[in-house]
């Protein structure tokens, strides 16, 4: 059976993984630890890829390359956009963009990748119900399905909050998510992204994510495992 691939960005996001994994194996690649091994019996490569869409883009190649996986599965936080989210609460992605990828003074729009032929990259739908469904059942806060925004900027601005929700409908943003979804479309790898609130992107950032971002990587989590159970 091939191996499910469970990327986090920060230690936080992936060390409640650790004590339940068997048959555990560790290799580094690039810099990178890639863990291999069982979690309830099913085959996972879990890894910390690090912050940021190029560090992204390397692990989830590696992952595929040398690792075959089955589909790749991106637990952590974010922030919200959407002004229903409050912190605690889960997106799951339906698809996911770059909004910091800007080509316009040559006459593409922001967000278009130039001369590619994508530049929002949908999750695969099966993941996206197993997501949603594995986050109902935990019943821990609001459960919304939506574009995850992706760049190399931490916000802590109301204003570009309200344009990056308005400009290109994103219900959340964070650092790496888009970056996985482009490498997982160009392999042909279902993925999906499965984010907690840890802040709310404005202007209490700083103070919101030092304090909330280990109750939103339980909450993550924990959709993990409820996935894994059906996978």
Do not use: W
């Amino acid at each position: 059976m091939e191996p499910v691939g469970i990327i986090g960005a920060m230690e936080e996001e992936i060390e409640r993984f650790l004590p339940h994994l068997t048959e555990e194996e560790s290799h580094v690649i690039a810099g990178i630890r890639y863990i291999s091994g069982k979690m309830n019996g099913k085959p996972i490569v879990l890894v910390k890829s690090g912050v940021g869409k190029v560090n992204a883009a390397v692990c989830t190649q590696i992952l595929i390359d040398r690792f075959s996986v089955s589909s790749i599965l991106f637990t952590g936080v974010a922030g919200a956009l959407h002004p229903e989210l409050e912190i605690g609460d889960i997106v799951i992605s339906t698809d996911a963009m770059q909004h910091d990828m800007d080509a316009s003074p040559l006459g593409f729009p922001r967000g278009v990748i130039p001369f590619f032929p994508e530049s929002i990259f949908p999750a695969d739908q099966r993941l996206v119900d197993m997501a949603a469904a594995a986050a109902e059942a935990i019943g821990e806060g609001k459960v919304m399905r939506g574009r995850v925004l992706s760049g190399d900027q931490f916000f802590a601005n109301h204003d570009k909050v309200k344009e990056l929700h308005e400009r290109f409908h994103g219900v959340c943003t964070e650092m790496e998510g888009a970056a996985v979804a482009q490498v997982a479309y160009m392999n042909r790898i279902p993925y999906v992204i499965i984010r907690s609130m840890s802040d709310k992107a404005d202007g209490s950032s700083h103070i919101d994510f030092q304090a909330f971002t280990r109750l939103a990587a339980e909450r993550s989590y924990k959709v993990i495992v409820k996935m894994l159970e059906n996978l």
